[in-house]
């Protein structure tokens, strides 16, 4: 059985920085595609980033310029680099992994707040 566990989340000012890491473990044979969606208080979930097997990468518009996505396929992890952070970007942020099942993470909340 797979497994997603996530890190990184917490408080932090706007304009500033976080990192969220998102390891996977169990029986791993391979993974596709790795990425991330958030979902706010009241907002239905949405697409953050993802990154493929080959490192190709996608953002939403919203994030773009500001969010790097990057993997590291000897540990299973896939990374979130968060700059230039705004209020607008609180929310609970899951992962996900194609094994090319998809399995989720159990989410971690980034609140940005003065």
């Known amino acids: 059985q797979v497994q997603l566990v996530e890190s990184g989340g917490g408080l932090v000012q706007p304009g500033g920085s976080l990192r969220l890491s998102c390891a996977a473990s169990?029986?791993?044979?391979?993974?596709?595609?790795m990425g991330w969606y958030r979902q706010a208080p009241g907002k239905q979930r949405g697409l953050v980033a993802f990154?493929?097997?080959?490192?190709?990468?996608h953002y939403t518009e919203s994030v773009a310029g500001r969010f790097t996505i990057s993997r590291d396929n000897a540990k299973n992890t896939v990374y979130l680099q968060m700059n230039s952070l705004k209020s607008e970007d609180t929310a609970v942020y899951h992962c996900?992994?194609?094994?090319?099942?998809?399995?989720w993470g159990q989410g971690t909340q980034v609140t940005v707040s003065s």
């Open positions: 996900y992994a194609d094994f090319p099942v998809r399995v």
């Open positions: 169990g029986s791993i044979f391979g993974i596709n595609a």
């Open positions: 990154i493929t097997s080959t490192n190709n990468t």
